[in-house]
């Protein structure tokens, strides 16, 4: 509940931003995973005064609404050495020592700290990081980042069990407008898969199929039928604004399709003061076995 809390007082504020704005403004793709204070800086630098002040009331009505608090108690750290660490765990660990935060804002800021390697597959266009167990072609071993990435892994677990306490995985895998075409996952465990927006995205989508489908796509020599209605939304809110995490089955084929404009576009700061970059991408957590489900991003 409190992450999604902290998701949906992100999205109103977005959303609010994105409405006073001058006609014409153009956002960065990154703003999609700015945290509430960096929007809200955002906002103050962007608005006239009359505007920023509609949002300042927006934010004392969204206080008023709230039904619960956002600040929950982190894992304990795990101490890492800061000078050989990378971006995104140092980010982590500083999160765990606070020992108390909102869980939504710590994984999102260390999830775009991560170093993305691009994705191999010959169906897939973008970039992925990978942390746990994995089995590839018989073989089975340890994702070279994860011993790198202990508090990070810690983040994303207790992410992970607050939205499915009852989930198990043996892999986490978070991808970066990352476009496919339509494949089988292979070598995926028999339980369920679980899939997690990180972004406040527009046209991410997600094919799976469906024995009740009514649409249907070639796929190899075989024709599969699909979920109707067809496309299903990834983002944060997806699935008419309540927070919702999406199980997959394992036998079904994750068959994806996106829309993609804006890829490869020259990274820039959001605004002079935000210390980091935030790049812009659609983030998918994908906790189990098999690929992840990964889709791209555009800010309109």
């Given at each position: 509940m409190h992450m999604q809390l902290a998701a949906s007082e992100e999205a109103a504020i977005l959303q609010?931003?994105?409405?006073?704005?001058?006609?014409?403004?153009?956002?960065?793709?990154?703003?999609?995973?700015?945290?509430?204070?960096?929007?809200?800086?955002?906002?103050?630098?962007?608005?006239?005064?009359?505007?920023?002040?509609?949002?300042?009331?927006?934010?004392?009505k969204l206080e008023v609404e709230a039904t619960g608090s956002t600040i929950i108690g982190y894992p304990g750290p795990s101490y890492v050495n800061?000078?050989?660490?990378?971006?995104?765990?140092?980010?982590?660990?500083?999160?765990?020592?606070?020992?108390?935060?909102?869980?939504?804002?710590?994984?999102?800021?260390?999830v775009r700290e991560l170093e993305y390697?691009?994705?191999?597959?010959?169906?897939?266009?973008?970039?992925?990081?990978?942390?746990?167990?994995?089995s590839k072609g018989g073989l089975v071993g340890m994702a070279k980042q994860t011993s790198q990435h202990v508090s990070t892994c810690r983040l994303l677990n207790a992410a992970t069990l607050s939205?499915?306490?009852?989930?198990?995985?043996?892999s986490?895998?978070?991808?970066?407008?990352?476009?496919?075409?339509?494949?089988?996952?292979?070598?995926?465990?028999?339980?369920?898969?679980?899939?997690?927006?990180?972004?406040?995205?527009?046209?991410?989508?997600?094919w799976l199929e469906s024995v009740d489908g009514s649409q249907y796509m070639a796929l190899g020599e075989s024709r599969k039928s699909l979920h109707t209605p067809f496309l299903r939304p990834t983002n944060v809110m997806a699935w008419h604004n309540r927070w919702q995490s999406r199980h997959l089955r394992p036998e079904n084929q994750n068959l994806e399709e996106s829309y993609h404009r804006q890829r490869n576009r020259p990274l820039r700061r959001l605004i002079s003061?935000?210390?980091?970059?935030?790049?812009?991408q659609l983030r998918l957590c994908h906790v189990g076995t098999g690929d992840a489900a990964e889709v791209a991003m555009q800010q309109e």
């Open positions: 609010a931003l994105w409405r006073l704005l001058p006609l014409g403004t153009y956002l960065q793709p990154a703003v999609s995973l700015a945290t509430r204070n960096e929007l809200m800086y955002l906002a103050q630098t962007s608005l006239t005064t009359d505007a920023f002040e509609q949002m300042l009331q927006l934010l004392d800061a000078c050989e660490s990378t971006p995104a765990e140092k980010t982590a660990d500083r999160h765990l020592r606070e020992g108390s935060r909102s869980l939504w804002v710590a994984v999102r800021e260390t390697q691009p994705d191999a597959r010959p169906f897939a266009q973008g970039r992925y990081a990978k942390f746990g167990l994995y939205v499915r306490p009852e989930h198990r995985w043996t986490i895998t978070i991808g970066m407008d990352n476009e496919t075409l339509p494949h089988v996952d292979q070598g995926n465990a028999t339980f369920l898969s679980l899939l997690l927006g990180l972004t406040h995205h527009v046209h991410g989508e997600l003061c935000l210390r980091r970059f935030l790049r812009p």
